[in-house]
T-cell receptor, first 112, second 117 residues
C-alpha cells in the first residue's frame, strides 16, 4: 500500500536537474510532496490533484498521471538548499477509515 | 501563529514505564495523525483521528493508544514501551479528510525523539 519512490538517493551538483518519481498500486486521488531536512519536521511542497490542479511551491514543479498512478517531482537548477529527503504521500482508505500513506523517501544531496 | 506543538521533544525511558507524548494544534483542524519515522521506512501512520472522539488505526498501531477528547489535542500513549518503539515521532494535522478533502497540506509538529532502553 505504501507508494514506491525512485531513485532511493541522488547526488547532484548545484545547478543540475533531478526528477523524483512516486508510484502506487492503488488509485491516487491526490499526491502530496514534502521535503525534510535531517532531524526536522517535513515541510510541505505541493499537492497535485486529479484534473491537473497544483497547489504549492513556486520553484518546484510536478506532474500527476492519474491513469498510470504516478507522480514526478522536478527540481531544476538545484540549489544547496534543496538537499534533504523528499517524500510523496497520498490519502487513501484502510480497513478503518481514511488514512494517509507516505513513500519511503528519496534522499537528495546537492553539492557545491 | 498556526502551529502544531509536541512535548516532550526528547525522551529517554525504560522498558515498561508508561509515557504520554502530547500534541496540540491551534488551527481548528479536524484530521490529526501520529507518525513514526525510522531510517529507510519513511513516515508510517500509527493512528489518526477524523474528528473528536473518532480515532482509527493506521499502519503500525501495535503498542500505542490515542485519544481525542478535544479537537485541538491528540495525545499518544505508550502503556508499556519496548525498545522497538525507539523512534522519531511526529504529530500532524490537516483541515479534513472527507470527500473533496485530503487536498490541503499537513502541518507537522517539531517531532519527539524517543529512546526506550
Amino acid at each position: 500500500q505504501q507508494p514506491v519512490q525512485s531513485p532511493q538517493a541522488v547526488i547532484l551538483r548545484e545547478g543540475e536537474d533531478a526528477v523524483i518519481n512516486c508510484s502506487s498500486s492503488k488509485a491516487l486521488y491526490s499526491v502530496h510532496w514534502y521535503r525534510q531536512k535531517h532531524g526536522e519536521a517535513p515541510v510541505f511542497l505541493m499537492i497535485l490533484l486529479k484534473g491537473g490542479e497544483q497547489k504549492g511551491h513556486e520553484k518546484i514543479s510536478a506532474s500527476f498521471n492519474e491513469k498510470k498512478q504516478q507522480s514526478s517531482l522536478y527540481l531544476t537548477a538545484s540549489q544547496l538548499s534543496y538537499s534533504g529527503t523528499y517524500f510523496c504521500g497520498t490519502p487513501g482508505w484502510n480497513n478503518y477509515g481514511q488514512n494517509f500513506v507516505f513513500g519511503p523517501g528519496t534522499r537528495l544531496s546537492v553539492l557545491p | 501563529e498556526a502551529q502544531v506543538t509536541q512535548n516532550p521533544r526528547y525522551l529517554i525511558t525504560v522498558t515498561g514505564k508508561k509515557l504520554t507524548v502530547t500534541c496540540s494544534q491551534n488551527m481548528n483542524h479536524e484530521y490529526m495523525s501520529w507518525y513514526r519515522q525510522d531510517p529507510g521506512l519513511g513516515l508510517r501512520q500509527i493512528y489518526y483521528s477524523m474528528n473528536v472522539e473518532v480515532t482509527d488505526k493506521g499502519d503500525v498501531p501495535e503498542g500505542y493508544k490515542v485519544s481525542r477528547k478535544e479537537k485541538r489535542n491528540f495525545p499518544l500513549i505508550l502503556e508499556s514501551p519496548s525498545p522497538n518503539q525507539t523512534s522519531l515521532y511526529f504529530c500532524a494535522s490537516m483541515p479534513g479528510m472527507g470527500p473533496g478533502q485530503g487536498v490541503s497540506e499537513q502541518y507537522f509538529g517539531p517531532g519527539t525523539r524517543l529512546t526506550v532502553t
